[in-house]
Protein backbone atom coordinates (compact mmCIF):
# COMPACT_ATOMS: atom_id res chain seq x y z
CA UNK A 1 0.00 0.00 0.00
CA UNK A 2 2.99 2.25 -0.20
CA UNK A 3 3.45 4.79 -3.06
CA UNK A 4 0.29 7.56 -2.06
CA UNK A 5 -0.45 8.39 1.68
CA UNK A 6 -2.63 10.29 3.03
CA UNK A 7 -3.48 11.19 6.76
CA UNK A 8 -5.66 11.17 8.74
CA UNK A 9 -7.16 8.27 7.76
CA UNK A 10 -10.46 9.54 9.82
CA UNK A 11 -11.18 13.32 10.48
CA UNK A 12 -13.92 14.85 12.77
CA UNK A 13 -14.24 19.04 12.91
CA UNK A 14 -16.81 21.38 13.57
CA UNK A 15 -18.83 23.55 11.03
CA UNK A 16 -17.31 26.69 10.48
CA UNK A 17 -13.93 25.19 10.82
CA UNK A 18 -11.39 24.74 7.75
CA UNK A 19 -9.62 21.30 7.56
CA UNK A 20 -6.38 20.56 5.49
CA UNK A 21 -6.14 16.66 4.03
CA UNK A 22 -2.47 15.80 3.27
CA UNK A 23 -1.58 13.22 0.50
CA UNK A 24 1.99 12.50 -0.08
CA UNK A 25 3.36 10.56 -3.13
CA UNK A 26 7.16 8.88 -3.75
CA UNK A 27 6.64 7.82 -6.91
CA UNK A 28 7.38 10.80 -9.36
CA UNK A 29 4.36 11.09 -10.78
CA UNK A 30 3.79 14.62 -12.17
CA UNK A 31 0.08 14.64 -12.29
CA UNK A 32 -2.03 14.39 -8.92
CA UNK A 33 -6.13 14.71 -8.16
CA UNK A 34 -8.21 15.22 -5.56
CA UNK A 35 -11.53 13.16 -5.75
CA UNK A 36 -14.99 13.20 -3.35
CA UNK A 37 -16.70 10.29 -3.03
CA UNK A 38 -20.41 9.87 -1.87
CA UNK A 39 -22.50 6.85 -0.95
CA UNK A 40 -24.10 6.02 -4.19
CA UNK A 41 -21.99 7.97 -6.64
CA UNK A 42 -18.83 7.79 -8.32
CA UNK A 43 -15.84 9.90 -7.85
CA UNK A 44 -15.92 13.69 -8.47
CA UNK A 45 -13.03 15.66 -9.48
CA UNK A 46 -12.28 18.04 -6.76
CA UNK A 47 -9.01 19.80 -8.13
CA UNK A 48 -5.55 18.43 -10.03
CA UNK A 49 -2.58 19.46 -11.17
CA UNK A 50 0.03 18.59 -13.51
CA UNK A 51 3.25 20.49 -12.56
CA UNK A 52 4.18 21.79 -9.42
CA UNK A 53 3.00 25.30 -8.94
CA UNK A 54 0.58 24.77 -11.00
CA UNK A 55 -3.18 23.12 -10.50
CA UNK A 56 -6.82 23.53 -12.23
CA UNK A 57 -10.10 23.54 -10.97
CA UNK A 58 -12.44 20.72 -11.45
CA UNK A 59 -15.97 19.46 -11.48
CA UNK A 60 -16.91 20.88 -7.75
CA UNK A 61 -14.14 23.12 -6.45
CA UNK A 62 -16.60 25.58 -5.05
CA UNK A 63 -15.78 25.35 -1.05
CA UNK A 64 -12.21 24.13 -1.85
CA UNK A 65 -8.83 25.57 -2.34
CA UNK A 66 -5.18 23.29 -3.09
CA UNK A 67 -1.72 23.66 -3.37
CA UNK A 68 1.41 22.46 -5.47
CA UNK A 69 4.75 23.71 -3.81
CA UNK A 70 6.38 20.01 -3.99
CA UNK A 71 6.29 17.49 -6.43
CA UNK A 72 5.69 15.03 -3.66
CA UNK A 73 2.67 17.00 -1.89
CA UNK A 74 -0.66 18.14 -2.89
CA UNK A 75 -2.82 19.17 -0.07
CA UNK A 76 -6.43 20.12 -0.14
CA UNK A 77 -8.14 22.20 2.47
CA UNK A 78 -11.62 21.95 2.99
CA UNK A 79 -13.33 25.58 4.04
CA UNK A 80 -15.89 26.88 5.84
CA UNK A 81 -17.76 27.94 2.29
CA UNK A 82 -18.20 24.18 1.64
CA UNK A 83 -21.50 23.17 2.32
CA UNK A 84 -22.04 19.60 2.22
CA UNK A 85 -18.16 18.93 3.36
CA UNK A 86 -18.85 15.26 4.63
CA UNK A 87 -17.65 12.61 2.47
CA UNK A 88 -15.00 10.25 1.63
CA UNK A 89 -11.81 11.95 -0.15
CA UNK A 90 -9.23 10.23 -2.39
CA UNK A 91 -6.18 11.74 -3.65
CA UNK A 92 -4.60 10.27 -7.26
CA UNK A 93 -1.41 10.60 -8.66
CA UNK A 94 -0.50 9.57 -12.79
CA UNK A 95 2.39 9.63 -14.66
CA UNK A 96 2.70 11.82 -17.47
CA UNK A 97 4.48 8.41 -19.74
CA UNK A 98 2.13 6.20 -21.88
CA UNK A 99 0.97 4.46 -18.89
CA UNK A 100 -2.69 6.17 -18.12
CA UNK A 101 -3.33 4.47 -15.06
CA UNK A 102 -4.04 6.86 -12.37
CA UNK A 103 -3.13 5.25 -8.91
CA UNK A 104 -5.50 5.95 -5.56
CA UNK A 105 -4.25 6.67 -2.29
CA UNK A 106 -6.08 5.64 1.33
CA UNK A 107 -8.36 7.97 1.49
CA UNK A 108 -9.32 10.22 4.36
CA UNK A 109 -13.12 10.06 5.67
CA UNK A 110 -14.04 13.76 6.77
CA UNK A 111 -17.12 13.79 9.18
CA UNK A 112 -18.34 17.49 9.96
CA UNK A 113 -20.63 18.27 12.28
CA UNK B 1 -18.58 16.99 -21.42
CA UNK B 2 -18.09 13.42 -20.79
CA UNK B 3 -21.24 11.89 -18.83
CA UNK B 4 -20.85 8.31 -17.95
CA UNK B 5 -23.62 6.18 -17.32
CA UNK B 6 -23.34 3.18 -15.49
CA UNK B 7 -25.69 0.01 -14.83
CA UNK B 8 -27.20 -2.12 -12.69
CA UNK B 9 -26.60 -0.01 -9.61
CA UNK B 10 -26.53 -3.23 -7.74
CA UNK B 11 -25.93 -6.95 -9.07
CA UNK B 12 -26.45 -10.38 -6.94
CA UNK B 13 -25.03 -13.19 -8.58
CA UNK B 14 -24.34 -17.29 -6.94
CA UNK B 15 -21.01 -18.12 -7.15
CA UNK B 16 -19.59 -19.66 -10.54
CA UNK B 17 -22.06 -17.29 -12.27
CA UNK B 18 -21.06 -14.68 -14.66
CA UNK B 19 -21.34 -10.69 -14.16
CA UNK B 20 -21.80 -7.97 -16.39
CA UNK B 21 -21.66 -4.57 -15.97
CA UNK B 22 -22.21 -2.12 -18.70
CA UNK B 23 -21.40 1.45 -19.38
CA UNK B 24 -22.54 4.22 -21.83
CA UNK B 25 -19.88 7.61 -22.74
CA UNK B 26 -21.15 10.48 -24.50
CA UNK B 27 -18.06 11.69 -25.71
CA UNK B 28 -16.90 10.55 -28.92
CA UNK B 29 -13.29 11.43 -28.28
CA UNK B 30 -13.00 9.59 -25.31
CA UNK B 31 -10.53 6.85 -25.66
CA UNK B 32 -9.34 5.54 -22.07
CA UNK B 33 -11.80 3.16 -20.40
CA UNK B 34 -10.72 1.87 -17.14
CA UNK B 35 -12.58 -0.13 -14.60
CA UNK B 36 -11.99 -0.11 -10.81
CA UNK B 37 -12.63 -2.05 -8.10
CA UNK B 38 -13.42 -0.86 -4.51
CA UNK B 39 -13.76 -2.71 -1.17
CA UNK B 40 -15.53 -1.26 1.52
CA UNK B 41 -13.39 1.56 3.00
CA UNK B 42 -10.55 1.02 1.01
CA UNK B 43 -9.36 2.86 -2.27
CA UNK B 44 -10.40 2.15 -5.96
CA UNK B 45 -8.26 0.24 -7.81
CA UNK B 46 -7.39 -0.97 -11.26
CA UNK B 47 -8.39 -4.46 -12.47
CA UNK B 48 -8.90 -3.91 -16.65
CA UNK B 49 -8.61 -1.06 -18.75
CA UNK B 50 -8.91 -0.69 -22.26
CA UNK B 51 -7.92 1.75 -24.74
CA UNK B 52 -10.08 2.24 -28.20
CA UNK B 53 -7.69 1.15 -30.57
CA UNK B 54 -9.14 -2.07 -29.19
CA UNK B 55 -12.27 -3.94 -29.06
CA UNK B 56 -11.62 -6.54 -26.20
CA UNK B 57 -9.41 -7.06 -23.82
CA UNK B 58 -8.75 -10.34 -21.07
CA UNK B 59 -6.60 -10.69 -18.08
CA UNK B 60 -8.08 -14.38 -16.01
CA UNK B 61 -11.54 -14.33 -15.51
CA UNK B 62 -12.14 -10.53 -16.27
CA UNK B 63 -13.00 -9.20 -19.51
CA UNK B 64 -13.89 -6.06 -21.35
CA UNK B 65 -15.28 -4.73 -24.60
CA UNK B 66 -15.50 -1.76 -26.03
CA UNK B 67 -18.38 -0.73 -29.05
CA UNK B 68 -16.96 2.88 -29.99
CA UNK B 69 -20.20 2.78 -32.44
CA UNK B 70 -22.40 2.15 -29.63
CA UNK B 71 -20.38 4.55 -27.27
CA UNK B 72 -20.64 1.48 -24.25
CA UNK B 73 -18.72 -0.64 -22.90
CA UNK B 74 -18.38 -3.66 -20.72
CA UNK B 75 -16.90 -5.48 -17.57
CA UNK B 76 -17.24 -8.67 -17.71
CA UNK B 77 -16.29 -11.65 -14.95
CA UNK B 78 -16.80 -15.28 -14.94
CA UNK B 79 -16.47 -18.00 -12.68
CA UNK B 80 -17.50 -15.28 -10.12
CA UNK B 81 -16.26 -16.41 -6.55
CA UNK B 82 -16.83 -14.03 -2.89
CA UNK B 83 -14.04 -12.23 -3.19
CA UNK B 84 -15.29 -10.46 -6.40
CA UNK B 85 -17.93 -8.73 -3.81
CA UNK B 86 -17.52 -5.07 -3.83
CA UNK B 87 -18.38 -2.08 -5.77
CA UNK B 88 -16.94 -1.79 -9.58
CA UNK B 89 -16.85 1.68 -11.23
CA UNK B 90 -16.33 2.49 -14.99
CA UNK B 91 -14.29 5.18 -16.15
CA UNK B 92 -13.80 7.37 -19.42
CA UNK B 93 -10.82 9.78 -20.75
CA UNK B 94 -9.51 11.22 -23.20
CA UNK B 95 -6.08 9.44 -22.35
CA UNK B 96 -3.51 11.53 -24.19
CA UNK B 97 -2.35 14.49 -22.24
CA UNK B 98 -3.89 15.53 -19.21
CA UNK B 99 -6.40 12.89 -18.53
CA UNK B 100 -9.60 13.37 -16.52
CA UNK B 101 -11.27 10.96 -15.62
CA UNK B 102 -14.95 10.79 -15.67
CA UNK B 103 -16.72 7.60 -13.28
CA UNK B 104 -19.59 5.84 -13.25
CA UNK B 105 -21.50 5.66 -10.62
CA UNK B 106 -20.74 2.41 -9.43
CA UNK B 107 -22.06 -1.13 -9.33
CA UNK B 108 -22.37 -3.17 -6.02
CA UNK B 109 -21.61 -6.85 -6.71
CA UNK B 110 -22.12 -9.38 -4.33
CA UNK B 111 -21.47 -13.38 -4.78
CA UNK B 112 -23.24 -15.36 -2.60
CA UNK B 113 -21.60 -18.81 -2.12
Known amino acids: DGGITQSPKYLFRKEGQNVTLSCEQNLNHDAMYWYRQDPGQGLRLIYY???????QKGDIAEGYSVSREKKESFPLTVTSAQKNPTAFYLC????????????FGPGTRLTVT | GENVEQHPSTLSVQEGDSAVIKCTYS??????FPWYKQELGKRPQLIID?????GEKKDQRIAVTLNKTAKHFSLHITETQPEDSAVYFCAASRGTGFQKLVFGTGTRLLVSP
Open chain 1, 49 to 55: SQIVNDF
Open chain 2, 27 to 32: DSASNY
Open chain 1, 92 to 103: ATRTTGSSYEQY
Open chain 2, 50 to 54: IRSNV
